[in-house]
C-alpha cells in the first residue's frame, strides 16, 4: 500500500517539474487540418550531438564536395573559352574570311573579264568576216567551153587589169579550170577590195579638217580597282620639261576626294602598270573632263563650277577662275551622268570648255580659254542638248557629238563649227567595245581620241580631210 502511494507521489512529482519545461503547440498543416506538437527539453543535455555528424552527414559533404568540384570545372571552362575568344580575335577572324571572299570575287571577276574579251573579239572578227562576204560579188561559173581570158571583170582601172592579168598567168600555169577562178576565190577578191578601196580625202597643210572616220578601238590597259570604272587618261600634245611628249597620265575619278594623278613615262609602262610618278593635287578632281596641256593639267575643282590649272614642273595650283554661270555637280551633264557638267578639251586652236548654263537652257556652250589664266575668250551656243548626247570633243575648232555611251555601235552624230556658227546632223560609226563610255578626248598630236570605256582606257585613230560636197 506504501509502494503504491509513493509510486504516485514519484509521477506527480515528475509530471510537474516536465510541465515546467514542456511547450504545447497547435497548428494547421498544409491540407488545414490541426496538428498538435508537444516538445519537451532534455533536462541533461544542453544542445544535440555535432561530433562526427553520423553517416548520413559524410555522405551529404561528399556530394557538395563533387558538386562544388564539378560547378568550378564548368565555370573554369567557359571563361577559358570566352577569353580565347575575345572580340579582336573574333573580328580578325571575320576579317580575315571576308579579304578572302574579295579576292576570290576579285578572281571571278577578271576571269569573267576575259572570257567576256575573248567572246568580243570573236564577235568582232566574225562581223569582219560577215562584211567581207557580203562585200564579195556573186559571180556565176563561166561556160565550160568560154576560154579562160572572158572571164575576166569587164570594167576595173588599170591596176585591177595588170592584177588580174597576174592572177590568169599564175592559174594557167596551174591549169586552166583552177576552180577558185571560176567561182571568185577569196584571194582574188581581197586583192579586187584592195584596189578599190577610196582614198582618204587629203588633209591641208594645217593638218586639220573634218572628222571623216573613226577606226575600230585599241584596247591599251584596264583599270585594276573599282575606282578606275570611270576615269581619265591623256597625253600632253605640247609637253614642255620635266616630262617628255611619250608621258601618259591617269586619273581614276571614283570616289568624293578624287586627288591622286598617276604618271608613265611611255605607253609600256602604262600597259604593265608602273607609274613613274604620282602626285597629290591639292584640291580633288570633278569627273572625267580633265585635261593635258603644255605642261600643265586642267581640271574643275569638286562641286564648283572653278577651274584649276595645276603646273607639273612646280606642283602647285598656277591659276584659278570660275567658268562665268557654268552649271555644276549635276546640273548639266551628259546623258550618263558622273557630274559631266564641264568638259575640257585640247584641239589644234587650243584650250576649250565643253559645258551649258541657265540660260542655255541645257544648250552646250563652248568657250575658247585662255591656257594661262582661264579666261574665256570667245563663247558660242549650240542648239545641241548637252543631256540627249553621251560626250563630245573638238578637232580643229568643231564640237563633235556621240549619241551613245553603252551601244557598241553608235555613232558620232553631230557637228558644230565655231568658225562658221552653223552645225550639221552627221553619223559617222563609233564603237564602244566595253559599252559604258564616260571619257573621250582629243589629241591633236597623235590625231587620236582618247577614251575610258568601263574600266578599260582605249583609243581610236581618226581621220580628217574634207568631206565630199564641200
Excluded at 108 to 131: A, G, N, S
Excluded at 193 to 214: D, F, H, M, Y
Aim: one cysteine or more; glycine letters at 8%.
Amino acid at each position: 500500500m506504501w509502494l503504491q502511494v509513493a509510486l504516485c507521489l514519484s509521477c506527480l512529482l515528475l509530471g510537474s517539474q516536465g510541465q515546467e519545461r514542456a511547450a504545447f503547440h497547435r497548428t494547421n498543416d498544409r491540407n488545414s487540418r490541426c496538428q498538435y506538437t508537444f516538445t519537451v527539453a532534455s533536462p541533461t543535455e544542453a544542445s544535440c550531438p555535432t561530433v562526427g555528424g553520423g553517416p548520413e552527414v559524410e555522405a551529404l559533404k561528399s556530394r557538395l564536395t563533387l558538386l562544388e568540384a564539378l560547378v568550378n570545372r564548368l565555370v573554369g571552362g567557359e571563361a577559358g573559352a570566352v577569353a580565347g575568344a575575345g572580340p579582336d580575335t573574333g573580328l580578325q577572324e571575320a576579317y580575315v574570311q571576308v579579304m578572302e571572299e574579295k579576292t576570290q570575287l576579285q578572281r571571278d571577276k577578271e576571269r569573267l573579264d576575259r572570257q567576256v574579251q575573248d567572246l568580243q573579239r570573236r564577235l568582232e572578227e566574225l562581223r569582219q568576216e560577215t562584211e567581207r562576204l557580203r562585200a564579195r560579188p556573186c559571180q556565176q561559173p563561166p561556160p565550160p567551153s568560154a576560154p579562160l581570158q572572158d572571164q575576166r571583170p569587164a570594167s576595173g582601172s588599170n591596176i585591177l587589169s595588170h592584177l588580174v592579168s597576174g592572177t590568169t598567168g599564175q592559174s594557167e600555169t596551174g591549169g586552166a579550170r583552177d576552180p577558185a577562178w571560176q567561182l571568185g576565190g577569196a584571194g582574188y577578191q581581197e586583192v579586187k577590195a584592195e584596189v578599190t578601196e577610196v582614198p582618204a580625202p587629203s588633209q591641208n597643210s594645217t593638218g586639220c579638217g573634218e572628222l571623216v572616220s573613226v577606226r575600230e578601238p585599241e584596247s591599251h590597259r584596264m583599270a585594276d580597282s573599282i575606282a578606275g570604272k570611270y576615269g581619265v587618261w591623256m597625253q600632253d600634245p605640247e609637253a614642255v620639261t620635266p616630262y617628255g611628249p611619250k608621258m601618259l597620265w591617269r586619273i581614276d575619278t571614283v570616289g568624293s576626294e578624287v586627288r591622286q594623278l598617276f604618271g608613265y613615262e611611255d605607253m609600256d609602262q602604262l600597259v604593265r602598270g608602273f607609274p613613274t610618278k604620282v602626285l597629290l593635287l591639292p584640291e580633288p578632281v570633278e569627273s572625267t573632263g580633265a585635261t593635258m596641256y603644255r605642261g600643265s593639267l586642267y581640271y574643275q575643282r569638286r562641286r564648283s563650277r572653278t577651274l584649276l590649272r595645276y603646273d607639273l614642273a612646280t606642283e602647285s595650283i598656277a591659276a584659278r577662275r570660275d567658268l562665268p554661270h557654268a552649271g555644276f555637280h549635276g546640273q548639266f551633264p551628259y546623258s550618263w551622268g558622273g557630274y559631266t557638267d564641264i568638259d575640257l578639251g585640247v584641239d589644234e586652236q587650243g584650250l576649250w570648255a565643253i559645258y551649258s548654263t541657265n540660260k542655255a537652257k541645257g544648250a552646250i556652250m563652248v568657250s575658247q580659254l585662255d591656257p594661262n589664266s582661264l579666261e574665256v575668250k570667245r563663247s558660242w551656243e549650240t542648239k545641241i542638248r548637252k543631256n540627249t548626247v553621251a560626250n563630245a570633243f573638238m578637232i580643229c575648232g568643231r564640237l563633235y557629238t556621240v549619241a551613245s555611251y553603252t551601244s557598241p555601235n553608235t555613232t558620232v552624230n553631230y557637228m558644230y563649227d565655231t568658225a562658221t556658227g552653223q552645225s550639221k546632223a552627221i553619223a559617222l560609226p563609233f564603237r564602244n567595245r566595253y559599252r559604258y563610255n564616260s571619257m573621250i578626248d582629243y589629241n591633236p598630236a597623235h590625231k587620236k581620241l582618247y577614251a575610258w570605256d568601263n574600266f578599260h582606257m582605249v583609243s581610236y585613230d581618226v581621220r580628217l580631210g574634207k568631206l565630199e560636197g564641200n
